[in-house]
């Protein structure tokens, strides 16, 4: 955030082909390097130095095995790095940024649950509510009807599937963003170290809502609309040649699709950390993915990933007993071909998403904003700003 100490504005650091070439505390510089840095020929102050061997004649003694060499094995070498929260401040492995997701939501249990435990109940009783009383029943299926009737019948019940499950994604959004918003605050202040209570989240997350609200609805806009545009040629030439135009127009506009989420998917946290326009917070994430796209998608699928298993893990046992407790749905699901759920089945389903969202909805934010973090290291030297907004001795301010 501009006003915090360590999230400074795009600009007070390069931000382009320095990844290589930051200086940090923990690497050897020269001495005229920030406060903290030592050079490979000025130990820092406080440690020893090893007596120096100047001859270089026969009779000189070779130096003692581990003198005038750069000491090995552990706990020689460069010092670790400081880590005043959840993450080393220094470029970060995968693990370590999974691992600082996990470590933020331990530490901050209370504010964590209860940000993302009040949501998913509110959000999941709104989907339930919507889903028994607002949306229309789905249309009855004919298992014996062929032809054009049977065609009729399968786009009949797509668009009311599609019209259904939209009431539901925008909750669920909704809930997304709001849950975004606030734990990204609380990530942003678990890597200084700094203890933040629900109330300090909100107040200042609470700013940022409607311009994250407007990016994640430009992406989604922008998603529909390529989407569109590589399957309409198909369905407007039509037959059989169309169907495969349609298909291959689907995998161009997926590939297309992913490609531009990945390079901005760091929008969300530069719009709240750096309190960024939309606009601008499309081109902070683009420039911070810039050469690193492939890096940043492997992390994010993993994510993906992890967050599937979860689903299924908790997910299958829900849906068992929810079957278990609401046969009778079942069994008229598996006669006539009914749809619709009764209370049981929707109460039990409800509460294993509740147990889903109130597990992932972190694990996602967190990634996500650490991930930022990371690129913003690895090209801007973030670390010794947050060293220093962390009051880390060494690290003061100087000109």
């Given at each position: 955030?501009?006003?915090?100490?360590?999230?400074a504005s795009p600009g007070s650091a390069p931000s382009d082909g320095q990844e290589a070439g930051v200086p940090r505390p923990s690497e050897p510089v020269d001495g005229s390097g920030p406060a903290g840095n030592w050079s490979s020929t000025q130990p820092p102050a406080g440690q020893w130095s090893p007596p120096s061997?100047?001859?270089?004649?026969?009779?000189?003694?070779p130096p003692h095995p581990g003198w005038g060499v750069p000491p090995q094995g552990p706990g020689w070498g460069r010092p670790p790095a400081a880590k005043p929260g959840v993450i080393p401040l220094r470029p970060l492995g995968v693990g370590e940024i999974l691992d600082g997701a996990v470590s933020t939501m331990r530490a901050h249990w209370r504010t964590v649950l209860g940000i993302t435990?009040?949501?998913?109940?509110?959000?999941?009783t709104a989907i339930l509510l919507v889903q028994?009383?607002?949306l229309p029943e789905p249309p009855s299926l004919d298992r014996n009807a062929t032809g054009s009737e049977a065609l009729r019948q399968a786009i009949d019940s797509l668009r009311s599937s599609l019209l259904n499950s939209a009431?539901?994604?925008?909750?669920?959004?909704?809930?997304?963003?709001?849950?975004?918003?606030?734990?990204?605050?609380?990530?942003?202040?678990?890597?200084?170290?700094r203890p933040v209570t629900l109330s300090d989240a909100w107040a200042e997350a609470r700013p940022r809502l409607l311009p994250l609200l407007g990016l994640t609805l430009l992406l989604a806009v922008m998603a529909g609309v390529i989407m569109t545009a590589g399957i309409l040629p198909g369905f407007l030439i039509g037959d059989t040649a169309g169907v495969g135009l349609a298909f291959l127009g689907?995998?161009?506009?997926g590939g297309v699709f992913l490609w531009l989420m990945v390079r901005f998917c760091l929008a969300s946290p530069a719009l709240m950390l750096e309190r960024q326009s939309i606009t601008a917070s499309l081109k902070r994430s683009a420039k911070l993915v810039r050469g690193a796209w492939w890096r940043t998608f492997g992390i994010l699928a993993l994510t993906w990933l992890l967050t599937i298993i979860v689903m299924v893990v908790i997910g299958i046992p829900f849906g068992l007993i929810a079957v278990a407790v609401d046969d009778g749905s079942l069994s008229s699901f598996l006669t006539d071909g009914a749809t619709s759920f009764g209370w049981p089945f929707l109460i039990v389903s409800a509460v294993g998403d509740v147990v889903i969202a109130t597990i992932t909805y972190p694990l996602s934010a967190g990634v996500?904003?650490?991930?930022?973090?990371?690129?913003?290291?690895?090209r801007e030297a973030l670390d010794l700003d947050?060293?220093?907004?962390?009051?880390?001795?060494?690290y003061d301010n100087r000109s």
């Open positions: 955030m501009n006003d915090t100490p360590g999230w061997h100047t001859g270089t004649g026969p009779g000189t003694p435990l009040a949501v998913s109940v509110v959000a999941q028994e009383y607002l009431p539901p994604l925008l909750i669920s959004m909704l809930a997304t963003i709001f849950t975004t918003a606030v734990l990204t605050v609380v990530i942003s202040r678990s890597v200084l170290g689907l995998l161009a506009a996500m904003a650490l991930l930022y973090v990371d690129q913003r290291i690895r947050l060293a220093r907004a962390a009051g880390l001795p060494g």
